[in-house]
């Protein structure tokens, strides 16, 4: 409709799509008072939604945080890619934080290092170079990001 050519990718996050429904129906048969956190690009997110109630949560990982913290439950099973899990324990050292599939790890993610990081801007590697027209949209864009909040 909007009269643009569009190049649909019918491709996924492997490691959310993995997370299924049901390992949300094992959490819920294991404990059905279960806490649930839920990154929305799971694969699980409508069967979360659907079954389990007012204990089920869509949030982005900021979101997670803020619930939590502000939860007076100190237990809470997370559906997203594992590595969010030290993030979690590390800001909210005092509350539990389980994955709802332990396998859920993006070992792509997990090629970032600080040390890759710290290199690559000390020594100028891995260069990106993204068109004029595409960086100046997505600068203004990010500047309203960072002015509201």
């Known amino acids: 409709m909007s009269g643009r050519k569009l190049h649909l990718w ?3 996050c492997h490691v959310h799509a993995g997370i299924r429904p049901g390992d949300i ?3 819920l048969a294991e404990e ?4 649930l956190l839920v990154h929305p690009e799971c694969g699980c997110a409508s069967q979360a939604m ?3 109630g007012g204990q089920t949560h869509i949030l982005s990982t900021e979101g997670m945080l803020d619930f ?3 939860s007076r439950h100190d237990r809470f099973r997370v559906a997203t890619e594992v590595g969010i899990l030290h993030r979690l324990h590390g800001e909210l050292p005092n509350k539990r934080f389980e994955p709802v599939n332990p396998d859920a790890v993006c070992r792509f993610m997990k090629m970032i290092t600080l040390e890759k990081l710290r290199d690559s801007l000390r020594d100028w590697q891995f260069e990106v170079t993204v068109d004029e027209e595409i960086a100046a949209r997505a600068r203004k864009a990010i500047e309203r990001m960072v002015a509201t909040g």
Not at 32 to 35: D, H, I, L, N, T
């Open 32 to 35: 059905p008072g279960a806490e």
């Open 68 to 70: 939590a913290r502000s």
């Open 25 to 27: 129906e094992r959490i």
């Open 10 to 12: 019918l491709g996924e």
């Open 50 to 52: 659907a079954f389990a």
